[in-house]
Antibody, heavy 122, light 108 residues
């Protein structure tokens, strides 16, 4: 059973870069059957999709974050990562990593990591 | 960009009652690309329904999804104590994913 676990600094200063890693266990991140995503949730608010990456390295990002986001894969470590530059307090949220099926007609997220809280503050 | 509007914002019901949650899209959504999630406090979302009407593995049959085009519904036939949570719909189109703002189902 595949499991995902987010890790990274819980506190980031304004204008700096937020960096998170999602470690995948119980399955290979190199499988062509899946894509890998980041999703965030400010406290008490709804879910916001950040972006996704396929095993091929192909990425797509939320247009509202596009210029600040980079998602990458490290197949040797079975991990994928998120970098968000020039952060502000508005980027304070719980960040989730999640897996999706790459087959045609399938675009949902399952499973999800437990989430990690990132606070942007000086 | 597809905008998903969920209603009501909060649903106050008693255990055993039926819950009907709505998700309306600003543009047509393929039924293949409509999913529902349940989220409890301090937990990640859990996939309930995919393809608008298919239950995910391990999801009880009191949960059902329906709809097409721009109007989708999640129904919980008889609320169990563990069903009180926030529910989100999610759509996909043109390499973009969108979530609704959520419906909270609370104990009356």
């Amino acid at each position: 059973q595949v499991q995902l676990q987010e890790s990274g600094p819980g506190l980031v200063k304004p204008s700096q870069t937020l960096s998170l890693t999602c470690t995948v266990s119980g399955g290979s991140i190199s499988s062509d059957s899946y894509y890998w995503s980041w999703i965030r949730q400010p406290a008490g608010k709804g879910l916001e999709w950040i972006g996704r990456i396929y095993t091929s390295g192909s990425t797509s990002y939320n247009p509202s974050l596009n210029s600040r986001v980079t998602i990458s894969l490290d197949t040797s470590k079975n991990q994928f990562s998120l970098k968000l530059t020039s952060v502000t307090a508005a980027d304070t949220a719980v960040y989730y990593c999640a897996r999706g099926l790459a087959a045609p007609g399938t675009r949902w997220f399952d499973p999800w990591g437990q989430g990690t809280l990132v606070t942007v503050s000086s | 960009e597809i905008v998903l509007t969920q209603s009501p914002g909060t649903l106050s019901l008693s255990p055993g009652e039926r819950a009907t949650l709505s998700c309306r899209a600003s543009q047509r959504v393929s039924t293949s690309y409509l999913a529902w999630y349940q989220q409890k406090p301090g937990q990640p979302p859990r996939l309930l329904i995919y393809g608008a009407s298919s239950r995910a593995t391990g999801i009880p049959d009191r949960f059902s999804g329906s709809g097409s085009g721009t109007d989708f519904t999640l129904t919980i036939s008889r609320l169990e104590p563990e069903d009180f949570a926030v529910y989100y719909c999610q759509s996909y189109r043109d390499s973009q994913w969108t979530f609704g703002q959520g419906t909270k189902v609370e104990i009356k």
